[in-house]
């Protein structure tokens, strides 16, 4: 298969195939001297499924590479997917925090009086205005709310 094919098969951009042939990662089996074109086997579709996989998973390609290339044993790979899991779970958790946030706001904001128009308020009004509507006592939480209010 050329490069344009079996990118488009696994969905991913021929540049992305270079990047990966750069590394070192999934090299053509056979390059025309004449055109440049690149071919890959059939073969080599389960090491970019794998590829692909673990990249999904969070690791980068210098992991990949090295995993591929049979530099990493059975253990390291092990502590290294509890890793990925931990960034996972953590990324998780902060999502879910962004989400109570929200709902925090809202809440405040079905509550409260009648909207004022924003607009119509001057800039340290509104400033004040957003204050009490997203009052957190945690630092954590504050930043939570920032990101969730300004995304």
């Keep these: 298969m050329q490069i344009g094919e079996i990118a488009k098969f696994h969905n991913i951009s021929v540049k ?3 990047v990966y042939e750069k590394m070192g990662i999934i090299k053509p089996v056979k390059v025309d001297e ?3 074109y690149r071919y890959y ?3 080599q579709v389960p090491q970019l499924n794998a590829l692909l996989d673990l990249k999904h998973l969070g690791f980068s390609l210098l992991e990949i590479k090295k995993l591929l290339d049979g ?3 059975n253990d390291e790979f092990m502590e290294a997917l509890v890793r990925k899991k931990t960034n996972w779970q953590e990324a ?3 999502a879910e925090d962004k989400i109570d946030a929200i ?3 809202t809440r ?3 509550s409260s009086e009648p909207a004022t128009k924003m607009h119509e308020l001057t800039a340290d009004e509104r400033a004040w205005l957003l204050v009490k509507m997203v009052c957190v006592e945690s630092s954590g939480g504050q930043t939570v709310l920032s990101e969730a209010i300004w995304l």
């Design 108 to 110: 405040r904001l079905s």
């Design 71 to 73: 530099g990493m044993d």
């Design 41 to 43: 086997a059939v073969d």
């Design 92 to 94: 998780i958790a902060a």
């Design 103 to 105: 709902a925090n706001i």
């Design 16 to 18: 992305a195939m270079r």
């Design 34 to 36: 004449q055109t440049g």
